[in-house]
């Protein structure tokens, strides 16, 4: 039977990025979580570390008891990635820290495509974009170059919508709305135009595929 993780290795899952899984921790504390088959390296610079399948379980897991609650570490509380779906009130900078960010984040979620797709499919959606479905569609645009509304400006907005499986995008720009469309293709999303029929606005309904 595979031994549960320690507290500290806890500690460092639990503070994992809860979009993409990506780690924070010294190079022997991540080091450990790899050789546990709890994170693994991504191949590509700046290299950075990300949980497995088994280590997304062991977060999403109850603590064994006895164990008592887990605190994250400050650091990467503070420092977690979140896509911008539009509509914030203060939203992070769109300057090269933020565009590196979110170009890691989105190769995390490709890699996480890839290992828990059944096939190792990258080109359509994961199971946690499909439980994620507006930060999922908001990191799909995000990374693709794509502006967030904010306040007082123009761009892309990612809501909810009745549908379980379904997200609305709302860009006032003609052209932008196409392109956004065509992002989402892109990225494994099955995506339709409509108009709301009482304010006649156009927006985009934009679902996973499945195949």
Same mark, same amino acid.
């Given at each position: 039977?595979?031994?549960?993780?320690?507290?500290?290795?806890?500690?460092?899952?639990?503070?994992?990025?809860?979009?993409?899984?990506?780690?924070?921790?010294?190079?022997?504390?991540?080091?450990? =979580?790899?050789? #546990?088959? =709890?994170?693994?390296?991504?191949?590509?610079?700046?290299?950075?570390?990300?949980?497995?399948?088994?280590?997304?379980?062991?977060?999403?897991?109850?603590?064994?008891?006895?164990?008592?609650?887990?605190?994250?570490?400050?650091?990467?509380?503070?420092?977690?990635?979140?896509? #911008?779906?539009?509509?914030?009130?203060?939203?992070?900078?769109?300057?090269?820290?933020?565009?590196?960010?979110?170009?890691?984040?989105?190769?995390?979620?490709?890699?996480?495509?890839?290992?828990?797709?059944?096939?190792?499919?990258? @080109?359509?959606?994961?199971?946690?974009?499909?439980?994620?479905?507006?930060?999922?569609?908001? =990191?799909?645009?995000?990374?693709?170059?794509?502006?967030?509304?904010?306040?007082?400006?123009?761009?892309?907005?990612?809501?909810?919508?009745?549908?379980? @499986?379904?997200?609305?995008?709302?860009?006032? @720009?003609?052209?932008?709305?196409?392109?956004?469309?065509?992002?989402?293709?892109?990225?494994?999303?099955?995506?339709?135009?409509?108009?709301?029929?009482?304010?006649?606005?156009?927006?985009? =309904?934009?679902?996973?595929?499945?195949?």
């Amino acid at each position: 039977m595979t031994r549960p993780p320690t507290a500290a290795q806890r500690r460092l899952i639990e503070a994992a990025d809860p979009v993409t899984g990506r780690l924070k921790g010294t190079p022997a504390q991540l080091a450990a =979580l790899v050789k #546990r088959g =709890l994170a693994f390296r991504h191949p590509r610079p700046p290299h950075d570390h990300f949980l497995t399948p088994a280590g997304h379980r062991v977060r999403e897991a109850e603590p064994a008891p006895g164990a008592g609650p887990v605190e994250p570490d400050a650091p990467a509380a503070s420092g977690v990635f979140a896509a #911008r779906v539009g509509g914030e009130d203060a939203a992070p900078g769109d300057g090269p820290a933020r565009r590196r960010e979110v170009r890691s984040a989105w190769e995390g979620m490709l890699e996480l495509r890839r290992m828990t797709n059944p096939d190792g499919a990258t @080109d359509r959606p994961c199971g946690w974009e499909r439980t994620h479905l507006v930060q999922a569609a908001a =990191l799909a645009l995000e990374a693709d170059g794509h502006r967030p509304s904010g306040p007082g400006s123009g761009g892309y907005r990612v809501t909810d919508t009745p549908q379980p @499986d379904a997200v609305a995008v709302y860009e006032p @720009d003609d052209a932008a709305r196409h392109a956004c469309a065509a992002t989402l293709e892109r990225a494994g999303w099955q995506v339709g135009e409509y108009t709301e029929p009482r304010t006649r606005v156009r927006y985009l =309904l934009a679902s996973p595929r499945r195949a």
